[in-house]
């Protein structure tokens, strides 16, 4: 018996060693029921979220990203530093620096990561970022209040190296614009039992179907081209392995023939485009004047529902909004939810019952700005005095005797009277 224990590997005589404890528990526990017992015999498993593995926007890398990170959270109990990218790539089995930074930020644009704060010395030298982690896509209000930059940063990644993350982001972008175009308050908070009960349809296998912000039409956009990317990456597979043939085989006709011939390959680099710069215009294309309470981020979503109505009905809707914002001050209930009131008076201009009211006021004191800083202006540009009658005749006189000068170097001779002298006016 000893013999057979020395054999035994340390984790057998363990696991034993727990059964007797369990069989021992079950033994002398108190009651009637059934006295069946289970032991896992297993390690223990990380749960992931179902809505992560399933995301049909989110290519596989970009998954395997979001769990380490989620690992490395609930290793230290949920505030811990965020793993580098040698960490990430580590865990990840991913070597590129470049794929991992692609698939971070592949998940800040559909929100599964938010970028909450930037870390800064008192010098305001640049120490690291304070991000958050969350198990299902964060809505767009909630984003707009904690990554300050998140607007800005969606059109800067419109632009960005990598053809992935240039079209998720636009599918961002285009998912807003197609709610607002729709009528719907895109920063309206949603249930979050009717958020989920969508990303379920959305995931159930039977075609592309609105997955959190992602609208439907932006779903099915976003998966053709995750599958036409596939394939030609496939097509390139098998080109570069064809292409490896003929030169394997163009080597050997060299070696045989000794031809001096060389094999050239030529590679093409893919141009980036630049960031969209999303900025609606006024009346008669004036820039737009918005109202100083709102964050960049705010106005950036605010751009976009201006850009459904027309021209001329953007700055009487800014100013309202201006106007209302005032109206604080003087014991009218506090606004808020800035955007959500914006929509709804975009929603009574298309309706065409929006009536202009505080923000006459705030108009007209724009208009009053405008005319005193023109009035400002003109006093200050110089006036040109007026010419009297004893300066213009000694002006004459200087230019004729300067014209005889030139005529005289030249050997011209000089003209009579009744012929008239050059330049005299």
Request: proline share 4%.
């Amino acid at each position: 018996m000893n013999e057979i224990l020395v054999t035994l590997r340390s984790e057998t005589l363990a696991l034993d060693a727990l059964i007797q404890e369990t069989l021992a528990q079950a033994e002398s526990s108190v009651g009637q029921g059934s006295l069946d017992t289970m032991v896992f015999l297993g390690k223990r498993h990380q749960s992931f979220p179902t809505a992560v593995v399933k995301d049909p926007v989110l290519e596989p890398v970009d998954k395997l990203v979001w769990m380490v990170i989620m690992l490395a959270v609930r290793e230290t109990g949920g505030n811990t530093t965020f793993p580098g990218y040698a960490s990430i790539g580590k865990m990840a089995n991913v070597s590129s620096r470049s794929t991992i930074a692609r698939a971070i930020a592949i998940l800040r644009a559909t929100r599964w990561i938010t970028l909450c704060a930037r870390v800064r010395k008192a010098n305001g030298r640049y120490r690291g970022n304070v991000y958050a982690l969350h198990d299902e896509p964060l809505p767009l209000v909630d984003a707009l209040h904690l990554d300050a930059g998140y607007m800005a940063f969606l059109d800067n990644a419109v632009g960005h190296g990598h053809a992935r993350v240039r079209a998720v982001s636009q599918g961002v972008l285009d998912s807003i614009d197609e709610d607002i175009q729709a009528g719907q308050a895109v920063c309206a908070q949603p249930h979050p039992i009717e958020r989920r009960m969508q990303s379920m349809v959305a995931t159930a296998g039977k075609g592309p179907r609105r997955f959190f912000s992602f609208t439907e039409n932006v779903v099915r956009r976003l998966r053709s081209d995750l599958t036409h990317n596939k394939t030609e990456r496939s097509h390139h597979d098998q080109n570069s392995n064809s292409a490896e043939d003929r030169v394997r085989n163009l080597n050997a006709q060299k070696s045989n023939s000794g031809s001096c011939s060389s094999y050239i390959n030529k590679t093409t680099t893919t141009q980036t485009g630049e960031p969209s710069k999303f900025e609606p215009t006024g009346k008669d294309n004036r820039p737009l004047v918005y109202p100083a309470r709102l964050c960049d981020n705010h106005r950036q979503t605010a751009a976009r529902y201006l850009s459904s109505l027309a021209h001329e009905q953007r700055q009487p809707v800014l100013d309202e909004l201006e106007g209302r914002f005032r109206a604080e001050e003087k014991g009218m209930k506090p606004v808020y939810d800035e955007l959500s009131f914006l929509h709804s008076l975009c929603e009574l201009v298309k309706r065409g019952k929006f009536l202009p009211n505080l923000g006459v006021k705030v108009r007209n004191e724009r208009r009053g700005r405008k005319k005193s800083d023109r009035k400002t202006a003109s006093m200050t540009v110089p006036q040109r005095s007026r010419e009297t009658d004893e300066q213009r005749r000694k002006r004459k006189a200087a230019g004729k005797t300067h014209i005889a000068k030139i005529r005289k170097r030249l050997g011209m001779r000089t003209p009579t009277r009744n012929q008239g002298v050059t330049g005299e006016s």
